[in-house]
Nanobody, 124 residues
Framework: DVQLVESGGGVVQPGGSLRLSCAAS????????MNWVRQAPGKELEWVAL????????AYADSVKGRFTITRDNARNTVYLQMNSLNSEDTAMYFC?????????????????RGQGTQVTVSS
């Protein structure tokens, strides 16, 4: 079975940083695009970032561009999200997701297979 286990969330002050991790198992990790998506309280899911299968290409939502960095380690079956300059609008549950045809970026959430998530709260 596919397992995606996120970690690294927590409470951080505005302007602070966090690094999220997602450990994957149950599929050939190195063959899939990986994403981070998030859901703020009372809001819809939002695609945040993706990295291609070998880590050579990444893309970001405008809301996080220049502040967040997605990377992956195929030897460890893990994808990361480094988040800098956090603000209150970044408060959300963050999910990693495996992808095939950019379903996550295209907001086809039924085909954007996600983990259970890790909570990020930005608050002073």
């Amino acid at each position: 079975d596919v397992q995606l286990v996120e970690s690294g969330g927590g409470v951080v002050q505005p302007g602070g940083s966090l690094r999220l991790s997602c450990a994957a198992s149950g599929f050939t990790f190195s063959e899939y695009v990986m994403n981070w998506v998030r859901q703020a309280p009372g809001k819809e899911l939002e695609w945040v970032a993706l990295v291609n299968s070998d880590g050579s290409h990444s893309a970001y939502a405008d809301s996080v561009k220049g502040r967040f960095t997605i990377t992956r380690d195929n030897a460890r079956n893990t994808v990361y999200l480094q988040m800098n300059s956090l603000n209150s609008e970044d408060t959300a549950m963050y999910f990693c997701a495996k992808d095939t045809y950019s379903y996550c970026r295209r907001k086809i959430w039924g085909k954007c297979e996600r983990g259970q998530g890790t909570q990020v709260t930005v608050s002073s």
